[in-house]
């Protein structure tokens, strides 16, 4: 059986630059690595761009954005692929997942957003959980000052309010599922790195699941 490794967090965090420098160090030690991410490439992670993220006009039907509910089924079939197509066959074969954003994202997101998260949590229940999540937490403005300049891949970015909500979920979420480690987002890539390196080393290498 493979590793599974989330890397979550706000918008700007700095997931996607660690789970490249992620998947060069498990690839550099001889591991067959998948990198991935949440929403994926796949015409359900193309929908969601266009109804969800973008704020477009194709995510107006019946002059009203598409709702919330309907929302968190999309991001939650985009995943049921993405576990039966790509991750479990990925683990069963012995290799390492590397997931840039997974269900976490579901959790803290649609929650802030306004949803219950018992029935976040029962929608996503398909999914296995993974082992090792590292939480990436950084201060909203930080958040802000790096994402400026970029373009927009998603109209939550542009909410203060909501990072904010979302950054706090996470924290809560990190007390109920023990697979979530934090990681002080603000130090630099490097030494961010290391401490996830430190940790993967110590979690999954020292103390392998059961
Ligand atoms: N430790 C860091 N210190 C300063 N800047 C960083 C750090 N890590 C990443 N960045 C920069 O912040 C920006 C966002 O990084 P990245 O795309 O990795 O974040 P992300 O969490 O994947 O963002 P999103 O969720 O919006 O896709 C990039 O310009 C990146 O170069
Ligand atoms: C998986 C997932 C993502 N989101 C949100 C979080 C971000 O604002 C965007 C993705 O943008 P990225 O730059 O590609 O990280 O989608 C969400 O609300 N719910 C989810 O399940």
């Not at 918008?11 to 030690?29: C, H, I, P, V, Y």
């Not at 219950?116 to 999914?127: R, T, Y």
């Not at 110590?202 to 392998?208: D, G, S």
């Amino acid at each position: 059986m493979g590793m599974f490794i989330v890397l979550e967090g706000i918008d700007g965090a700095g997931k996607s630059t660690q789970a490249k420098m992620l998947a060069n160090w498990f690839e550099e030690r001889g591991y067959e690595v998948v990198l991935t991410k949440e929403p994926t490439d796949t015409a359900f992670g193309k929908l969601i761009r266009r109804l969800v993220l973008t704020g477009g006009k194709e995510g107006i039907i019946d002059g009203a954005r598409i709702s919330k509910e309907a929302e968190a089924l999309l991001f939650a079939a985009d995943r049921a692929e993405h576990v039966k197509k790509l991750i479990e066959p990925a683990l069963n074969a012995g290799k390492v997942v590397i997931s840039d954003r997974y269900f976490y994202s579901s959790l803290a997101y649609q929650w802030a957003r306004g949803l219950d998260l018992n029935w976040l949590i029962n929608l996503n229940g398909f999914a296995p959980r993974a082992d090792l999540v590292i939480l990436l937490d950084l201060p909203v403005k930080e958040s802000i000052k790096r994402i400026n300049g970029r373009s927009i891949r998603s109209e939550f970015d542009k909410i203060v309010e909501l990072q904010k909500k979302v950054r706090e979920n996470y924290l809560k979420l990190a007390e109920k599922f023990n697979e979530i480690r934090i990681i002080n987002a603000l130090a630099p890539v490097e030494d961010i790195h290391n401490d996830i390196t430190a940790l993967v080393e110590h979690e999954l290498f020292e103390n392998p699941k059961k």
